[in-house]
């Protein structure tokens, strides 16, 4: 692989990052406000390239001054094998050759341009335990905005049923969206996939329901559910972190968001 290769494939990859930090595509790999980064880091890269590429065809430029005349010898001290040809070529006249694994880097652009992975879901959730296992020592649980049903996240609402009794949620109709999972014991579970940063250290957030349970649904598929909180706890299976109870009153199978993480 050659330096225009190389440059050229640093410019699809540059395209391919900043293109998927404009769209919504990013938001299944990182957190919403990390995207600037991803624009930024992208432009970065499309500009090496093309600097790369203009350094690289730009014209030879000619030597200056005089040149030896026809038939002398190199200046003393130097010798004839010792010349090297503009253009990447060794002391013995031989093209320079780049490792030909360097090929391999546009794997990653064609996943970025060819594929889309979905989003983090039901799959990565029953291999992982929810990040509801540690108590925050700081946390404040203010009452609930008025008016029910009130739309809660499914982090906020397993926080304040299992840290805080659920004494923010008694006498209250909350509406909680996520993604079906199955349970251990087969009934259904709603599920977020919480992010600290990106994709890769994403980690389930895990509500248990009873009641008038979503039927006939396939993992993965995004419902809205309104209930209520009930003093009830699970165990999960993967690493024992509670997972608390929702009392499911109603339900409804909705498209997937367009932000899909917590």
Known sequence: MNRQAQAVILLLFGGAIAKAGVTDLSLRYVKEGLRPFLVVAGLLLVTAAIMTLWYDLRPPRRATG??????????????PAAVVEDGG?????????????????????????LVSPPALGAD????SGSVLSVAPSDAVYPALPPG????????DYASRAVF?????????TVRLTGF???GPDGAPMLTRMVLS???????????????????GLAPDTW????????????????NQAAVPYLEVRTWKQIPAPRQQYE
């Open 223 to 238: 419902v809205e559910t309104d209930g209520t909180w009930i003093n009830r706890t699970a165990a999960d299976e993967i």
């Open 148 to 155: 029910d049903p009130v739309p809660v996240s499914l982090l």
């Open 164 to 172: 805080d009794d659920g004494r923010t949620l008694r006498s209250r």
């Open 180 to 182: 079906i999972t199955p």
């Open 124 to 127: 990565a959730a029953e291999r």
């Open 66 to 79: 005089s040149s030896p005349a026809a038939g002398s010898s190199p200046a003393a001290g130097s010798s």
């Open 197 to 215: 940063c990106c994709a890769a250290d994403g980690r389930p957030i895990k509500v248990a329901l009873a009641g008038n349970l979503p039927s």
């Open 89 to 113: 070529h060794d002391d013995h006249g031989g093209a320079h050759h780049e490792p030909r694994v360097g090929w391999l880097l546009i794997l990653p652009v064609l996943g970025l341009l």
